[in-house]
Every structure is written in structure tokens, then in C-alpha cells.
């Protein structure tokens, strides 16, 4: 049986311009960094709050991946916070910007998103 997810694998066409915005803007921290030349691809494993969360790659030349209008596949990523306001505060002082605060029609809890260097969608989804 499943007992959580392990982690979450991005990814992406900037491999530095990623890995600043992962670990600078949203705050995880680097548990590993590898360079493979056999693929020439880079893996860098990030934990948020000590737990490991999503591997992120580099490879040469990814094809894109459509996701807007709504295409099949990952939707966003979600994380969730305490205070969704200085959450944006801070993002908006890194130089990201939001959408509007939103709130979720089932649950009452507010919510938005960014998009980090590939656009993929990442939304902030308040406790």
C-alpha cells in the first residue's frame, strides 16, 4: 500500500535559472546536486523542511509541454503555507509576481499561483 509521495521530478530548460528560483525564491534546500555526463543532465534533489520533496533535472533540448488551455497530464504543484499574504509579500520582493488571491469554493481557504521558469503552474494554498 502507498504511505506518501516520495517526491515530485520537474523538468526544466535552465538548469541555474531553475535552481536559483527552487532554492532562492521558493526556499528549499539543496540535499544533492549531480552532474551525469553519461546524460548530460544534472539532478538536484531539494527537501522542504528537512523532507525531500522533488528532484529537479536538466537535459539537453526538452521538448516543451503545453499546459495551457488545461492540457493532460501534471496540473501544478502545490504547497502549502500558514499566512498566504507574506507569502506573496515575499514573492513580490524576490521580483514574483501573483495572481489574485483566490478562494476555493468547496473549502473556503485562499489560494494562488506563480509560475516558475518554465511556467509551470505552482499554486500556494493556505492552511
Known amino acids: 500500500m502507498l504511505s506518501k ?3 515530485i521530478a520537474i523538468i526544466c530548460r535552465n ?5 536559483l528560483f527552487y532554492t532562492a525564491v521558493l526556499g528549499l ?4 546536486e549531480v552532474y551525469r555526463e553519461e546524460r548530460k543532465s544534472y539532478k538536484l534533489d531539494l527537501a522542504l523542511n528537512g523532507e525531500y520533496v522533488i528532484e529537479l533535472f536538466s537535459f539537453p533540448d526538452p521538448g516543451a509541454r503545453p499546459s495551457r488551455p488545461e492540457a493532460a497530464g501534471l496540473r501544478h504543484l502545490a504547497f502549502e503555507v500558514n499566512d ?10 524576490k ?19 506563480i509560475a516558475d521558469p518554465d511556467q509551470l503552474p505552482i499554486e500556494f ?3
Open 15 to 19: 538548469y541555474e535559472v531553475s535552481k
Open 95 to 113: 521580483e514574483v509576481e501573483a495572481e489574485p488571491i483566490r478562494i476555493d469554493e468547496f473549502t473556503g481557504k485562499r489560494f494562488t499561483f
Open 29 to 32: 534546500d539543496i540535499i544533492r
Open 84 to 93: 498566504l499574504d507574506a507569502v506573496v509579500a515575499d514573492l513580490l520582493k
Open 5 to 7: 509521495i516520495h517526491h
Open 125 to 127: 494554498y493556505e492552511h
